[in-house]
């Protein structure tokens, strides 16, 4: 017995002598922590200085000083991590090198010489100067003058015993818009307006014998670049049918609308359900003669054109599959494909310089009618041409809805002009805006 108890306190006589020395710091310092994390009181915060990369001394290691314990690392990591370093810092650099490219030439491919020199001549000597270029002060070679000031001003432009009525479209780009144009006529209403052939709004093209009134206008931009200019005409006859539309949508028994009434109206036309219900039946064959006459600000194509109108196009196709809740629509039919070639073929190729005139003309029955004219110069040498023609009406019906119902339009600021111009027309008394268009 006595000889196993000796062997025994031999075998713990090292674990003993073990337990009896004082403890190692690194377990004090997990003593510590533990005591600090289960005391809340005790606890306390300090931030730990910003250690370097771990590449920059891959032969020191890292550790904990107070414990004595450090690692080496190995070398073959450090490269490593060297390398990913530097390769992040040149991606970066190279992105933000591309990016700075990119930006400045999209500044330089839209800053507008015109503008500079105009602002130029304006600022010179401190004074502020009316149509100081040429492009404000010629339209299709007439000179350009502003009568009166303020919200009771004319912009006319006079030259060879002629005067055009104009109206500013915010660009200097193109900066004028006729109040008034005149468009071929077709076949059933020939010499059935007042307006004779070889009219002064449009001289010597004997075919522009029907006269058209501005209803609105706005600039057509894509992010922040400005496409063109673009507004909507009505053919002056109609105007007292489109009155009646837009004032009996609003009250069926009124012959004009009063102030509450008209800002009813124009909350429905900007509407998206609502504007697409009204311009429905304003476009409804038989029905009105409306043309949108587009105006590049800077040089373009009829690609370019024509890609913007088809896009319009497809929105609202796909507007009316949505609505229609998975039943087929009228766009699925063949013939509407077929349709949609034609109109494309009409942009088959050419430039649009800056300053040009596309037509886009819907008669009664919903035809769709393309013309283009130069930039005119008032030599009357400068004729209009016809593209082409698409006889099918949900073509223009889609491209005129396209700018004016539903939501997310072509452009917001067109929409607003066209609405403030029904607005303005439904606050007149029936048939009066026929033989005063201001």
Request: with cysteine; glycine share 10%.
């Amino acid at each position: 017995m006595a000889a196993s108890t000796r062997s025994t306190m031999r075998i713990l006589s090292p674990r003993l002598q073990c337990l009896r020395q004082p403890p190692s710091p690194a377990i004090q310092q997990v003593r510590c922590l533990s005591a600090r994390y289960s005391n809340p009181s005790k606890r306390g915060f300090s931030a730990a200085p910003a250690r370097p990369p771990t590449f920059l001394d891959a032969s020191t290691g890292y550790g904990d000083e107070a414990s004595g314990v450090r690692i080496l690392r190995d070398p073959r990591v450090a490269e490593e991590e060297r390398r990913q370093y530097h390769f992040r810092r040149m991606r970066y650099a190279g992105m933000g090198l591309l990016t700075s490219m990119a930006a400045l030439g999209v500044i330089i491919s839209n800053i507008n010489l015109d503008d500079l020199e105009q602002s130029a001549k304006q600022k010179k000597g401190g004074l502020q100067m009316e149509a100081s270029d040429e492009s404000n002060a010629k339209f299709q070679g007439k000179e350009v003058h502003v009568i009166g000031a303020g919200d009771g001003k004319r912009i006319v432009a006079q030259g060879a015993g002629e005067e055009v009525e104009l109206v500013e479209t915010g660009t200097s780009s193109v900066p004028h818009f006729p109040k008034t144009i005149f468009l071929p006529t077709d076949p059933e209403s020939k010499g059935a307006s007042g307006a004779g052939p070889n009219a002064p709004a449009n001289p010597g093209n004997i075919e522009n014998q029907e006269e058209y009134t501005l209803v609105g206008l706005g600039i057509r931009t894509v992010m922040w670049i400005q496409v063109y200019v673009v507004g909507l005409y009505i053919r002056t006859k109609d105007i007292t049918s489109l009155q009646s539309k837009l004032i009996h949508h609003v009250n069926p028994t009124a012959s004009t609308l009063v102030p509450n009434e008209k800002e009813d109206l124009r909350k429905k036309l900007l509407d998206p359900a609502e504007s697409r219900e009204i311009w429905s039946k304003l476009l409804e064959v038989p029905g009105i003669k409306t043309a949108w006459r587009v105006s590049p600000t800077r040089n373009t194509d009829f690609g370019h054109l024509r890609d913007g109108f088809v896009t319009g196009i497809n929105k609202r196709t796909q507007e009316a599959r949505q609505l229609s809740q998975g039943k087929d629509t009228e766009y699925e039919a063949e013939d509407f494909g077929q349709s949609i070639r034609a109109f494309k073929g009409i942009f088959s190729g050419g430039k649009a310089p800056k300053g040009s005139i596309l037509i886009m003309h819907r008669d009664r029955k919903g035809v769709l009618d393309v013309l283009y004219q130069p930039k005119p110069d008032g030599s009357g040498r400068q004729e209009m041409e016809r593209l082409g023609s698409v006889p099918d009406e949900r073509i223009s019906r889609l491209i005129w809805l396209g700018y004016l119902a539903g939501d997310k339009v072509s452009s917001d600021a067109t929409r607003k002009g066209v609405v403030n111009g029904c607005v303005g027309f439904a606050g007149r008394p029936v048939g009066s805006a026929e033989t005063m268009i201001s």
